[in-house]
């Protein structure tokens, strides 16, 4: 068994409680998603409920873990789109949330860090750099929400 799902057991219910308590995100020193290439669009359901497309920089990640860890123990498919992610499973400590738990890499109440993609953009690779695909800090908190 791996560790990663003993540990969202553990965590659980304290997820479950921040994502309650909704976007208290206080962000902190976190910094924004750096320029990578090879990122992954992610919006099959996020902006049909009000959220922006999530940005997954897959290299960035991909230099950190090796692929076994994702798409063996995790269960990641090798397609953009294809594992049926959505914000429940990540909360209940599956696929993203594995790990975007507080312990191994900031959580999820940082709603802001996953959800950064531009309006409109399809479930897609993009080869490209995160920069192009990306809402600059600014823009975004212009934007009524
Ligand atoms: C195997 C563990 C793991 C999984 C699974 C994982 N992440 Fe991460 N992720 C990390 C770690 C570790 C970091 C670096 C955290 C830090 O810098 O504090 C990170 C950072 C990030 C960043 C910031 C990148 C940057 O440039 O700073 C984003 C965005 C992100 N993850 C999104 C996701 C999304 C979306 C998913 C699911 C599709 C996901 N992650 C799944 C471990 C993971
Ligand atoms: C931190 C988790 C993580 C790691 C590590 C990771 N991947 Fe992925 N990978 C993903 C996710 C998430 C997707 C998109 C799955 C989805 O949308 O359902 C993906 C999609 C893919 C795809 C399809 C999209 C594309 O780029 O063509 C390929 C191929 C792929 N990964 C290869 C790899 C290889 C090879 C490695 C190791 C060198 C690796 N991945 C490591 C999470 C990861
Ligand atoms: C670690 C990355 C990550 C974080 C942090 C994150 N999300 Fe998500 N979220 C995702 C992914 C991946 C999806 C599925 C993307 C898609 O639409 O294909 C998603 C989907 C959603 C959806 C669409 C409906 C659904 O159930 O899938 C909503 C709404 C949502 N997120 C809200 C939030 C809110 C609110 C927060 C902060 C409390 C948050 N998310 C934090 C990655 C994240």
Redesign the pocket.
């Given at each position: 068994m791996n560790f990663y799902f003993v540990k969202s057991e553990l965590e659980r219910g304290s997820l479950l409680l921040l994502?309650l308590l909704?976007?208290l995100a206080v962000v902190g020193n976190i910094s924004p998603a750096h320029a990578e290439y090879g990122d992954l669009v992610?919006?099959?359901?996020?902006e049909k409920?009000?959220?922006p497309p999530?940005i997954f920089p897959h290299w960035f990640h991909r230099i950190r873990f090796r692929c076994k860890v994702c798409h063996a123990d995790l269960g990641f498919k090798f397609k953009a789109?294809g594992s049926g992610?959505?914000?429940?499973k990540?909360i209940d400590g599956q696929y993203?949330g594995a790990c975007?738990n507080g312990e191994i890499a900031w959580s999820?109440?940082?709603?802001d860090?996953?959800?950064t993609g531009k309006d409109g953009l399809k479930?897609q690779v993009d080869g490209s750099t995160l920069s192009k695909l990306v809402v600059p800090v600014k823009d975004k908190n212009k934007k009524p929400r």
């Open positions: 994502f909704g976007t992610l919006n099959q359901h996020a409920e009000g959220m999530v789109g992610i959505n914000m429940l990540i993203c975007h999820v109440e940082n709603c860090l996953c959800h479930t």
